[in-house]
């Protein structure tokens, strides 16, 4: 079971970091995916981070504002929102599945366990 939290509402420019923490299971062997969706809009792919190798897979618009890490002791794993903007305004959901090949991580069919989301409004 996966939980997902840390959204808010804030302006333009600000941060907020985003949690991801699974109870009863471990991140390992996994990979662990942030998507979000906006009122209306498909399912995107924002971040993804395989746990064994901690390669990082990003979507174009986050490049260089968004970062996804982790933590090993506390399973958890991280999405700091940086510079944000007001198309960045959407729940987020992390996601995670087991033996993603690379090609299909930006799919959000490609995992199989998801949390309940976590809203980040940015507006001035």
């Known amino acids: 079971q996966l939980q997902a939290f840390g959204g808010g509402r804030v302006q333009p420019g600000d941060s907020l970091r985003l949690s991801c923490a699974t109870s009863g299971h471990t991140f390992s062997a996994y990979t662990v995916g942030w998507f979000r969706q906006a009122p209306g809009e498909e399912r995107e792919f924002v971040a993804a981070i395989r746990w064994s190798s901690r390669s990082t897979y990003y979507e174009d618009s986050v490049k260089g504002r968004f970062t996804i890490s982790r933590d090993n002791a506390k399973n958890t794993v991280y999405l700091q929102l940086n510079s944000l903007k007001p198309e960045d305004t959407a729940v987020y959901y992390c996601?995670?599945?087991?033996?993603?090949?690379?090609?299909?991580?930006?799919?959000?069919?490609?995992?199989?366990?998801w949390g309940q989301g976590t809203l980040v409004t940015v507006s001035s």
């Open positions: 996601a995670a599945g087991r033996g993603i090949i690379v090609s299909a991580t930006y799919n959000h069919r490609s995992y199989d366990a």
